[in-house]
């Protein structure tokens, strides 16, 4: 098997070898990116706010801060830490770290995913280009080869014209397919922020407004 390989890959000549840099490029991306939106910035969101909806309900701050802590490098506990910071402070300072702290995280869930479909593009753009050249040799070979040389000439240059483009396929086409599956995870990740934040900014307004609403009045001086 192999030996399949090693055989395909040196048929198909020196554009062979950039197709193979994108194969490990891609790959790194996938690894990368695949371990940061699976393992360091995905949470299951609807739990964790339940129980950050519970804590704030409860006026209890301070524990739903430490909740946050717990996962100090997920996306939206980051965000979510941000606003609770400012659960004092007001409406507009809630809003305000909630803001400045998405515009922080949301670049970095972001970064990179988009560029598999620049590893996939040039991968299929080199095995198209080493086609052509592969075909264009052909051509030179039928017309200037010795007529003993012409059969072997041709198959040389066909094999390059043929393999190049199924290797550039087979790094695209992963890559494409994982694009789309860590998009999906990055969306997901941003919904997750762009909801639950816009959650916590009302129930802080309310708990705001619940409190100033339930301070009894002063007395009137005597």
Known sequence: MMGLIADFY??????????????????????????????????NGKAFMAQIQK?????????????????PAAALPRVIKAG??????????IASAIEEASLEILPKVQKRTN????VANVATMLGLLGTIFGLIFAF???ESAAPEEKAKKLAE???????????GL?????ALSFHAFLSYLTQKIVNDIEE???????????RLKAQSGTQEPESPAV
């Not at 804590?55 to 996962?71: E, Q, S, T």
């Not at 609770?84 to 300072?93: F, S």
């Not at 560029?115 to 620049?118: C, D, G, H, I, Q």
């Open 55 to 71: 804590l704030v309900m409860a006026n209890n701050i301070d524990r739903a801060i430490k909740l946050c802590n717990a996962a």
């Open 140 to 142: 030179q070979a039928l």
């Open 10 to 43: 040196i048929k198909g000549g020196a554009w062979m070898h950039p197709i193979a840099l994108c194969s490990v490029v891609g790959f790194g991306l996938i690894i990368e990116r695949f371990v940061f939106l699976f393992f360091k910035y995905n949470i």
């Open 170 to 174: 087979v790094v695209a086409i992963p």
């Open 196 to 206: 639950h934040s816009l959650r916590l900014e009302n129930m802080l307004t309310n």
């Open 84 to 93: 609770l910071a400012r659960a004092n402070k007001g409406p507009e300072a």
């Open 115 to 118: 560029n598999l479909t620049a």
């Open 157 to 167: 240059y066909i094999s390059v014209a043929l393999n190049t483009t199924a290797f």
